[in-house]
């Protein structure tokens, strides 16, 4: 069966709302039906909206070390101050981006975003983004009894690339990697390191009919994926490697 996309449209969300209530309102005006197998990708500015994970970034106080930051990258301390909250690491940066990791992911600016909401505030990465993907996975098997997997995706940067990709920042109920060392590739030569970013492919799919601006797409469901649904709980490093193994951080930090 050929893979299938389907775009699920929503309306402006401007207070806090619940969540899976709107996806099955939503899914009832397009006469979408889930049906077992389906991998749901559900944006992650939408999950924070709902969350309330809105700031009026001009109201947060600065500390020192934003006010550092803010000089040294020439941006509003208001701005450097929540990068700092929401960062695990930060790593450099460039003037008016700051290059961190926040839940596992590297990201400009801790993934904070001021597109899609009003002016002057900012949206934050979701909170507990997995747990609220399992919690979602087992709602749609008790309204449809059917068994989903459910992706919390935002779009980045690649580097050297022009444009954004999907990426996702949790998932469950879907085997987010495929092994395949060991496997043999056209020629017959073993793959020794390959593994294949199955929940960021299918981010990077639903990312496209999402759309960047106004197109109102909070979500979309995939059909016929092949990708693996399972019971089991997904770990929040499953996606990741350390920053000592990521050919990028490690190649960056070498001088010639």
Excluded: W
Excluded at 144 to 162: E, F, K, Q, T
Excluded at 234 to 254: F, H, N, P
Aim: proline share 5%.
């Amino acid at each position: 069966m050929p893979l299938t996309v389907l775009p699920i449209k929503s309306t402006l969300k401007k207070e806090l709302f619940h969540l899976f209530e709107s996806i099955v309102a939503d899914l009832a005006d397009a006469n979408i039906v889930p049906q077992n197998d389906d991998v749901i990708v559900i944006s992650s500015k939408y999950v924070a909206n709902s969350q309330g994970r809105v700031l009026e970034y001009n109201k947060v106080m600065p500390s020192t070390d934003a006010e550092k930051i803010a000089k040294r990258f020439r941006m509003k301390p208001s701005i450097a101050e929540i990068i700092l909250r929401e960062s695990d690491t930060i790593f450099g940066g460039i003037p008016g981006f700051v290059i961190t990791s926040s839940d596992n992911i590297m990201a400009p600016n801790a993934g904070i975003d001021k597109s899609n909401t009003k002016s002057g505030t900012l949206v934050l990465y979701p909170n507990e983004p997995y747990l609220g993907a399992e919690h979602l996975k087992r709602k749609f098997l008790l309204k449809y009894n059917v068994h989903v997997g459910i992706i919390i995706a935002d779009s980045r940067l690649m580097p050297g690339r022009v444009g954004t990709v999907g990426v996702a920042i949790a998932c469950a109920g879907i085997e987010p990697t495929s092994d395949l060392r060991g496997e043999k590739d056209l020629y017959g030569n073993a793959l020794k390191v390959t593994f294949q970013a199955v929940a960021d492919d299918l981010a990077s799919i639903a990312n496209l009919k999402m759309g960047e601006g106004s197109d109102a797409t909070p979500c979309v469901l995939i059909r016929n994926s092949d990708a693996m649904i399972t019971d089991r709980k997904i770990r929040e490093d499953e996606m990741a490697i350390s920053y000592e193994q990521c050919v990028y951080v490690r190649g960056l930090g070498t001088r010639i």
